[in-house]
């Protein structure tokens, strides 16, 4: 036997050796990120139990309910078949949708979308003949930008120009939008009678984002507004009275440089929720 014939079983048995190594050095690496995960996701679950303990809700706008959100939307923040990798809640919520940087004192116009409920497979549009909601804006302004999200592009949604506008960074008192009358015999009024009972709730968004109504007490948050609600009769017989919610006030969640002025720096519009009264 040649002295080349002897080193191959050698050179043989060194890639061996060092296949070997490199499998032990990578099962014991995955091996330990697997328990740096683990144990993560047991401060995380810690975590999760304490707040909740505090009496922290879901839905509010502060950094306590945007980790409980976090924590309970884990599953849905993994992707990937093989190797799983973090996306970011907004992402899940919002797929399709990039954020915009708005500049002081800057129009942001509210769209609306469909009148809808659950309890019907009936929808209408807001600006239906049949609803007694304010009229469409001056054409001069319906050409603002709009922005849709691609699950709203697949739905189909068409959204239109609400009377209801924004300015960025500057608060908005009270102010009276329009007036419709009715007439007890209309067919407006019958309309809207059968929304309230019916459980309709209206649908706007800014900036893509759908409006929310919210109740930290009781850890609830709904997308839309309802037209109104019911109430039983003062006598205890009949049908129910109707209340129309004829008010909204509406809070704007947003994000800003902590460089910049108070009054001045670009925003980014990070929630949108509506209190009808």
């Keep these: 036997m ?3 014939g002897q080193q191959r079983p050698q050179r043989r048995r060194s890639l061996l050796r060092l296949c070997l190594v490199l499998m032990i050095v990578s099962t014991a690496s995955a091996i330990g990120g697997r328990k740096e995960r683990k144990q993560a996701e047991a401060e995380a679950r810690q975590k999760y139990v304490e707040l909740k303990q505090e009496g922290v ?29 973090e996306k970011s809640l907004s992402s899940v919520l919002f797929p399709g949708v990039s954020p915009v ?5 800057e129009l ?23 609803l007694p909601f304010c009229p469409r804006p001056n054409p001069a302004h319906a050409r603002k930008a709009k922005r849709k999200n691609l699950g709203a592009k697949l739905q189909g ?16 008192p009270c102010t009276a939008i329009c007036e419709v009358p009715l007439r007890a015999d209309s067919r407006q009024l019958a309309y809207l009678v059968k929304l309230i009972l019916r459980q309709y709730r209206v649908h706007l968004t800014l900036d893509s984002l759908p409006v929310l109504v919210k109740n930290p ?10 037209v109104g609600f019911t109430t039983p009769p003062a006598n205890g017989m009949g049908p129910p009275d109707m209340h129309v919610y004829n008010h909204l006030a509406f809070t704007i969640s947003y994000l800003k440089d902590p460089d910049s002025d108070e009054s001045e720096g670009s925003v980014r519009i990070t929630g949108f929720d509506a209190h009808p009264i």
Aim: charge should be positive; proline fraction near 5%.
């Design 108 to 130: 942001v116009p509210i769209f609306a979308e469909l009148v809808e409920s659950h309890k019907t497979q009936v929808p209408y549009s807001y600006y239906s003949r049949n």
């Design 57 to 85: 809700d879901s839905v509010s706008n502060t950094a306590e309910s945007a980790a409980m959100r976090a924590y309970e939307m884990r599953k849905k923040k993994k992707k990937g078949f093989l190797v799983k990798k």
């Design 217 to 226: 007490a009781m850890n609830y948050a709904a997308r839309g507004f309802p």
């Design 2 to 4: 040649t002295m080349e």
């Design 157 to 172: 949604a068409r959204t239109e120009l609400s009377p209801y506008d924004l300015t960025v960074l500057e608060d908005t």
């Design 101 to 105: 940087e708005y500049e002081h004192g």
